[in-house]
């Protein structure tokens, strides 16, 4: 049987324990500031013998394919050595975004694992993970803290919709209908209508991922 050289890129909380190998990311979202000259984002091989080549890059949301991120990282390419931590860092470079809501993109980074010798049994499993980039402009109205809360429900013909009143971007953990509940329910932008064609009726149920990357509390909406 073959035995696998793998790694395990786990997006963990910035509090959270490290895993027992692979490498291993500082956090699981990043919110750049708009006064801030750059932010820093860790990167630990968590591994004892095994070095792994790091590259990253930005990319901008779906909407914005065709255009060049306005955000890099340095250094784009590094080798991580066994039981070493890197730290990535992402710099804006001044191209011009909304001021009046948060903005999002992803950091990509790619853990490239050594070839195996030829005469071994292992197979070469190189993992690349998205982590949101959230821009964040000064003097935004509200609290990022609390926009969560402020998302609205009701039905429409289609299911459930939601409306985000804020100028923030608001990650769903966990999105339930009269008990029933959303799969991968996403995230909702500022200003953002969404819809899921479920059956809608009782009560919705939510809760979402903070700045920090941890679950907020559960709040409940008749319908």
């Known amino acids: 049987m073959k035995r696998l050289s793998y790694i395990m890129l786990t997006a963990l909380m910035i509090s959270s324990a490290s895993v027992s190998a692979g490498v291993v990311m500082g956090g699981t979202r990043i919110v750049y500031p708009q006064n801030s000259k750059e932010v820093a984002f860790s990167v630990s091989n ?19 394919k065709n255009r060049a991120s306005p955000f890099i990282v340095t250094p ?3 080798r991580l050595d066994p039981d070493q931590t890197n730290t990535l860092r992402i710099q804006y470079t001044g191209a011009p975004l909304p001021a009046d809501r948060e903005s999002v993109f992803w950091l990509d980074i790619k853990a490239i694992a050594p070839k195996p010798k030829e005469s071994s049994n292992e197979l070469q499993i190189n ?5 949101k980039i959230f821009y964040r402009p000064e ?8 926009a969560w809360q402020k998302v609205r429900f009701s039905t429409t013909q289609k299911g ?20 029933h509940s959303i799969e991968q329910p996403g995230m909702i932008g ?3 209508t969404r819809e899921w064609p479920v059956a809608a009726s009782g009560s919705v149920t939510w809760s979402a991922i903070n700045d920090f990357g941890a679950i907020t509390a559960t709040r409940s909406q008749p319908l």
Do not use: C, H
């Not at 004892?48 to 779906?62: F, G, K, M, R, T």
């Not at 804020?166 to 339930?176: E, I, K, Q, W």
């Open 127 to 131: 993992v690349k993970s998205k982590f």
């Open 160 to 179: 459930l919709e939601a409306t985000n009143p804020t100028p923030y971007y608001v990650s769903f953990y966990r999105l339930s209908v009269s008990g």
């Open 46 to 64: 968590m591994e004892s013998a095994v070095p792994y080549l790091i590259q990253s890059w930005v990319e901008n949301d779906a909407e914005g």
């Open 190 to 192: 500022p200003g953002e």
């Open 76 to 78: 784009p390419l590094f």
């Open 139 to 146: 003097n935004l109205k509200g609290d990022a803290a609390t």
